[in-house]
Structures are given as C-alpha cells and as structure tokens.
C-alpha cells in the first residue's frame, strides 16, 4: 500500500501524467520534458509497439511552404498555408474550430521536421510526394516515437497499464487511476496536470484499426466532467478487406485504389459496377484525394442499404475484366513502394500478400467492405489544447475540432501538432500550479468502480456486452442513418449500460492478466462514447460529412453549421449547440441538397480556384 492511499497498490508522483504512447503521446511526453517536468507516460501496451499509430500507412501532410523549409526540393510552395487552411475549413463543411485549423498549418511544418529527424535517426525510409506529403509505415513511426522518448531522461514510461478514472480535487485535475495489466495491481497517478493522448473510439465489429481504440480518454474526461464535441462523426474506410479472412481489416484494397496502382470493377451482389453511379467530376475529384473516402463511403452505404451487398455487408474488387496489361504498371509500382517502406515488395503491415496478387492477376476478386479509421469527436479543447477542466489537457484523436465533419488532412500531422502543444501547455501549468493533492474519498470511489465486477455472479460477459453494442452501432449508427434506426439503436445501448453492464461477473476471479476485466472497463468506456454518438446524431437534422441521414438529407448551414457538445450534468448527459469559431473564414448560410451536393460544389469551387476564378 501507498501512504495512506489504503486502497491502491502503488502511487507514482510525476509533474506531467501523459496518458498514451502513440504519436501525440510522444510529442505531449518530450515536449513537457524538454520545458524542465518530470513526466509520467503511460501506455495501455507497449510504447510505439501498441495502439493506432503503428497501425497507419503512415502520411505526414504540410503545405508546399513547409515541406520547402523542410527541404524538400519537390515541394510545390503555391501550395500554401492560406490554402491548406481553406481546404480543410471547406473540406470539413464549416464545422472546423478554425484556430485549431489556423494552429495546424502553422506548426506542421516545425513538428514533421522534428518527427522526421526521429525517423532518419532510426534508418527508416521516408518517401515524399508533392506538393506536402511524407509517406512511411506505421512501424518506422512507432521506432521513431521510442526514439524520441528515449532522448529525454526525465521521461519514464509505464507500460501495460489501463487508466480508467481522472482524479480531482476542488475543481482540478491532479492525477489518474489505472490497472497494471500483468499484475492486477491498482497505480495512482498523482500530477500537477494531465495530457490525455489515448486516441479515439471504434465502435463497429468490422475494424481495420486497432481493437483497443475504446475511447478511454473521451469517456474518462466526460465522467470527470470535461465537454466532448463532434461525437456523431465517425470516418469510413472504403475498402478494407473482410475476406480471405486472414487478411480481415487490411487497408491495402483501399491504399492501392487509391493511389491508382489498381484499378478493379467495384461490384455489388447484383453484377453492376458502382463506380458507374458516382458523377465523373465526384470520380475524378476521389482519385488520388482523401476525398475518396467520403465519396465512395457514400455510395458505397447506398448499395448497402439497398441489400445489394454481401452476407457480411462488402461488395467485390472484381479483376475480372482488367486486361494483365492494365494492372502490370501499377502491380510494378506498388511493389516498389513496398519493397521501400517494409523491405519487401510481398508485405505489408507485417503480413505476406502474395496471394492477393495473384487471385488479382488470375481475374478473382476480393470482398472488402466500409470499416471505421477515425473518430472526429473527443473532448473540447482551446488552442493551448486545455479542456474546460484545470489541469486536463488532449491531443490528437482524444481532442476535437480540427477537422470538422469531413478529413482531408494528415490525423498524424495533428497528433503530432497538438501533442508539442499539450506538452508545452501542461508543463507550463505544472510550473505554475501547487502540488497535487489527491482526494482519499474520491480514490476510493474509484478504486470500487474499477474493482466492482469481482462482486458479481453469473451475469453477462463482457464481450457478450460488447458484440450487444457492436450490432447496435452497426445496425443504426453507420454511415446512412435515420430517426427510427437511431433511436432503437440507442434504446439498445442505453439498455446495455444500464442494465447488462452492471451485471457482467468475470470467471476468473484473480487480478492479474484478467481480460475479461479488462474488456469490462473498456466496454464501459465504449458504451459511454456510443450513447453521446448516438444522442448527438440524433440532434442533428440534417445531413453533413460523415453523417448521412436520409430522413434529414440536406446539408443546412443557416441552421446546422454548429458544433454539438455533450457534457454530464446531475448525472445525466447533455447537448448544447454551438457555433464553431469563425475568426478567419466566414460560413456561408447555404444549403445543399444532400452531402454530394456539396461534395460537387466543392469540386467546381477548387477547379475554379486552379483556374484563377473567385466565387461571386
């Protein structure tokens, strides 16, 4: 036992407690030591070894300006800061915080560098394209995130823990309670401020991420009272592979179309090729653009929703009617981009794709589907990335507000931007706040919260709970939604936190290594972050990015281009509307007749921009 903490195992004392040990983790991590704190992170597994990070076909984003004073010599300078502001305010359909925006473009430029030196340290190879991108795996970016911890020796890192509650005490933030995972102990974390860097929520059962992306943060921070925005914006991944089952979840489907390396008939059940239903100019636009994902989501959801997909809702990558010669050049240039990032032209995140190919180069097919990437909701944070709880600040995907309801953008160059900034802020809050004291009632009320399915017999499982939730959100929190799907949907999740959720009992009853306690805890957190989801999609009528509702189709900027917060009150949640800052850009008070509309204005909007025409 600790002091007279009688109820935990261990406390560990720390300036800066940085929850996370992904991109933004790491950045938030070395940037509040390099300002002179002692600092705590911790990692639900292993440092650049764990969580989402490691995940991605890794892409920095800057304006042609930065990646020139990064030294590029490719890089394309009339690609501007002003203009990569502008895309992602458009692009994101006005519900950007425009200073998050405005704080993006500034600094991308100063972190890639950084993040870059990391990963030119470690010998990993960086491929750059114009006019702003850097391309690497998302391995050589985990190596290069232990790299730049392992440079600041007052950084200690704690590995294999799962923090659950905040800790507060007279309206602040001064630590965090979590459970080391091999031995089952209970660590307080007692900090003078807290970075929450822990990533976002997935609440579908078809991932192509990591499976521990539960939403830790948001829902910790909504319990200890922090505002959460955007919640009912969840990205899609058109493409994700769902068979042969041993590759379930890759994105290289997706990372070849879209860098038009292949280029296969997308098939629904019914033998017709969707591409043929999408515009030419949205076609043209979603080539080579982050905008694919948006547009064929889209039209891919519609097929879907039709019945016009397969048992487990995908469609077909068909090569049948691609002549060899069509997809050599492409099958060329994708193994030498392979061979670049993972040494070897077969693989990919770590897994043998010769198969792939050659049903390709046979005529086959491939049966891919629309999976979850990126949770656009977290908690509300300020340009110094402070929540509206002292001491409590976010990062990254935990964070929302910079891309509204639409990413065309880098999610790693804002990880990487906004955790120096969090790290910067907390440390200088840290210098300046007295120490912490943590509140001997409330670390009990924790501790019993984390402990009290041991208590339980012969209730539910918690992934039992857990797949209850998934097919819920599958079934009325997808892409298209509408009223009815929604509200039994919700009527589902409410039921399963309130009644399923406090009956789940573990069969093994010992602490150590216990996933089924573990899952719990997680499940928890999930549930929390759906129900906001779910409530906050609801509220909006209309339709807008990645919310698409048939009943609500238009997309109405004079009465929804406004931020939804959620915050607990007397045990409750609640929704307020809120206009996003418009300090730079003015929104304009227009309608579309669904999110495609605006989709094409978009495209009309930059083609004439490239042509030196202004909008009247």
Not at 57 to 74: P, V
Not at 225 to 233: S, T, V
Not at 252 to 278: C, H, Q, W, Y
Not at 505 to 527: D, H, I, K, P, V
Request: a positive charge.
């Amino acid at each position: 036992m600790a002091g007279n903490h009688h109820w935990v195992d261990r406390v560990v004392e720390t300036d800066v407690l940085v929850v996370g040990g992904g991109a933004a983790g790491t950045m938030a991590a070395v940037a509040a030591a390099q300002e002179g704190c002692r600092v705590a992170m911790v990692v639900k597994g292993s440092l650049g070894r764990s969580g989402n990070t490691i995940m991605a076909m890794a892409t920095f984003r800057a304006d042609g300006e930065s990646a020139a004073e990064c030294g590029e010599k490719k890089a394309d300078p009339k690609y501007t800061k002003d203009v990569l502001f502008e895309n992602i305010i458009k692009d994101g359909f006005y519900l950007s915080d425009q200073n998050l925006v405005r704080q993006y473009v500034a600094d991308a430029g100063k972190r890639i560098s950084q993040f870059l030196g990391w990963l030119r340290q470690k010998k990993q190879r960086v491929i750059f394209m114009p006019p702003g991108v850097w391309l690497t795996s998302g391995k050589a970016v985990g190596m290069a995130c232990r790299y730049g911890v392992r440079q600041e020796s007052n950084v200690d890192v704690h590995g294999d823990i799962l923090i659950h509650e905040l800790l507060e005490k007279d309206g602040r933030i001064v630590g965090a309670l979590g459970v080391k995972i091999y031995t089952g102990e209970l660590i307080a974390f007692k900090a003078r401020s807290v970075v929450l860097s822990s990533g976002g929520f997935e609440p579908y059962s078809f991932k192509c991420s990591h499976s521990d992306m539960t939403g830790d943060g948001p829902a910790m921070a909504f319990r200890a009272g922090a505002e959460l925005a955007d919640m009912e914006f969840l990205l899609q991944m058109p493409g994700a592979l769902l068979r042969p089952l041993v590759h379930r979840g890759s994105i290289l489907p997706f990372v070849l179309n879209v860098g038009r390396l292949i280029s296969p008939g997308i098939m629904n059940t019914a033998g017709e090729d969707i591409r043929k239903k999408i515009p030419p100019d949205l076609r043209d636009m979603a080539q080579g653009s982050e905008w694919m994902k948006l547009i064929y989501s889209y039209y891919w959801a519609m097929e879907i929703s039709a019945g016009k997909a397969t048992a487990d809702h995908g469609l077909y990558f068909d090569f049948s009617a691609s002549s060899r010669l069509r997809q050599s050049p492409g099958a060329i240039k994708a193994f030498i981009l392979l061979k670049l990032l993972y040494r070897n032209r077969w693989q990919f995140q770590g897994k043998d794709i010769r198969d792939l190919f050659r049903t390709a180069k046979e005529g086959g097919r491939w049966e891919v589907g629309l999976s979850n990437q990126y949770a656009f909701g977290g908690i509300v944070v300020d340009n110094h990335m402070s929540s509206n709880l002292p001491g409590l600040y976010a990062a990254g995907e935990a964070a929302s507000g910079v891309f509204g309801a639409n990413r065309v953008a880098s999610a790693l160059t804002e990880a990487i931007v906004q955790g120096h900034r969090a790290g910067r802020s907390a440390a200088a809050y840290a210098a300046h706040s007295s120490d912490a004291q943590i509140d001997n009632n409330q670390l009990a009320a924790a501790a019993e919260n984390i402990l009290r399915f041991f208590r339980n017999t012969n209730g539910r499982s918690a992934a039992g709970v857990r797949s209850a939730m998934e097919k819920a959100a599958d079934t009325g929190f997808g892409l298209i939604r509408d009223d009815s799907g929604l509200n039994l949907s919700l009527e589902k999740v409410i039921s399963l936190r309130q009644m399923d959720l406090p009956e789940v009992s573990l069969r093994n009853q010992a602490r150590a290594y216990n996933l089924e306690w573990f899952q719990a805890l997680q499940t928890e957190n999930l549930l929390t972050c759906v129900e906001i989801g779910m409530r906050s999609a609801l509220l909006r009528k209309e339709s807008r990015g990645f919310h698409v509702r048939t009943d609500f189709p238009r997309v109405d900027n004079e009465n929804w281009a406004q931020r939804i917060y959620c915050r607990k009150q007397g045990g409750e949640i609640t929704l307020s509307k809120h206009a996003p800052s418009t300090d730079h850009l003015a929104v304009p008070m227009d309608r579309w007749n669904d999110v495609m509309a605006y989709a094409a204005f978009r495209q009309k909007e930059m083609a004439d921009r490239s042509k030196g025409k202004e909008r009247p």
